[in-house]
């Protein structure tokens, strides 16, 4: 069976931390911002964490180990 290859997709939108946590960048701060107020659109620049029980599935899809 060939190798899997590396989601170029995942590859731009995940990095992997020191400790083995996967970062992400919120959604939402594209488009419709009038309504959304300065605190909430600041919040969303912050990064986030995948959640554990994703952590697996975008770790195979980032490097194949």
Excluded: W
């Excluded at 995940?14 to 594209?30: D, E, I, L, Q």
């Excluded at 994703?54 to 195979?60: A, C, P």
Aim: charged share 35%; with cysteine.
């Amino acid at each position: 069976m060939p190798k899997m290859k590396t989601k170029s997709a995942a590859k731009k939108r995940f990095k992997v931390t020191a400790t083995g946590k996967v970062k992400r960048a919120c959604s939402g701060k594209n488009h419709i911002l009038t309504k959304k107020d300065r605190k909430r659109k600041n919040n969303l620049c912050a990064g986030a964490y995948v959640d554990a029980t994703q952590e697996k599935t975008v770790k195979t899809l980032i490097y194949n180990k």
